[in-house]
């Protein structure tokens, strides 16, 4: 009998820990490509070192009164000047941020957007592309993030635009993939 109760208790405990990982996933959407990964946070990585570049700290909830989506980002901007962001709040000089429940705006000195990190609702991510909505369907991410702008990090050049993502010169349209941790790397995107 205390067999069946540690098998079941086993069971119990797997079935509970593989229903946690599904729902903590993110999928964040550059160009026309989504990546879905379990830790909200795209990181900059070479042979060496593996740093965070932009962080979700929260995400907005519809039905919570006083959620927001919150960033972190520790990129530069297309001249090379730093751009920090600590929940929301610009850390230097030079920086304009604006934010609204699901989205998050950084602009430069100039006027010019640097980034606009922004959480899609429900409809919006289903009306994506059929390759990405069927991934979304399968691995069923907790939030889905929409990163649109030009900035740096390290060596990279990184562009997300509405029909495509640029490293550097490499171009990335229309894939959808699942793995563990997302990186921009000299190779472009690894997951």
Same mark, same amino acid.
């Given at each position: 009998?205390?067999?069946?109760?540690?098998?079941?208790?086993?069971?119990?405990?797997?079935?509970?820990?593989?229903?946690?990982? /599904?729902?903590?996933?993110?999928?964040?959407?550059?160009?026309?490509?989504?990546?879905?990964?379990?830790?909200?946070?795209?990181?900059?990585?070479?042979?060496?070192?593996? /740093?965070?570049?932009?962080?979700?700290?929260?995400?907005?909830?519809? +039905?919570?009164?006083?959620?927001?989506?919150?960033?972190?980002?520790?990129? /530069?901007?297309?001249?090379?000047?730093?751009?920090?962001?600590? +929940?929301?709040?610009?850390?230097?000089?030079?920086?304009?941020?604006?934010?609204?429940?699901?989205?998050?705006?950084?602009?430069?000195?100039?006027?010019?957007?640097?980034?606009?990190?922004?959480?899609?609702?429900?409809?919006?991510?289903?009306?994506?592309?059929? +390759?990405?909505?069927?991934?979304?369907?399968?691995?069923?991410?907790?939030?889905?993030?929409?990163?649109?702008?030009?900035?740096?990090?390290?060596?990279?050049?990184?562009?997300?635009?509405?029909?495509?993502?640029?490293?550097?010169?490499?171009?990335?349209?229309?894939?959808?993939?699942?793995?563990?941790?997302?990186?921009?790397?000299?190779?472009?995107?690894?997951?």
């Amino acid at each position: 009998m205390l067999n069946y109760v540690n098998i079941l208790t086993a069971c119990c405990f797997y079935y509970i820990h593989l229903n946690i990982i /599904k729902i903590m996933k993110y999928a964040f959407v550059l160009g026309t490509s989504a990546y879905i990964v379990p830790q909200g946070v795209i990181s900059y990585a070479d042979h060496e070192q593996s /740093k965070p570049i932009i962080k979700i700290n929260s995400i907005y909830h519809d +039905n919570e009164p006083g959620s927001f989506l919150s960033v972190d980002l520790d990129i /530069k901007d297309t001249h090379g000047n730093g751009v920090i962001v600590s +929940n929301n709040t610009a850390l230097g000089t030079g920086l304009k941020v604006e934010t609204e429940q699901n989205s998050v705006k950084v602009f430069g000195a100039d006027g010019a957007l640097i980034i606009h990190v922004h959480q899609i609702d429900d409809e919006a991510a289903l009306s994506l592309q059929l +390759n990405i909505t069927a991934e979304l369907e399968r691995n069923a991410p907790i939030a889905v993030i929409r990163i649109f702008g030009e900035f740096t990090t390290h060596d990279l050049r990184i562009s997300a635009e509405n029909e495509k993502l640029f490293i550097n010169d490499e171009g990335y349209a229309t894939s959808a993939l699942a793995g563990n941790d997302l990186r921009f790397t000299e190779a472009g995107v690894v997951l």
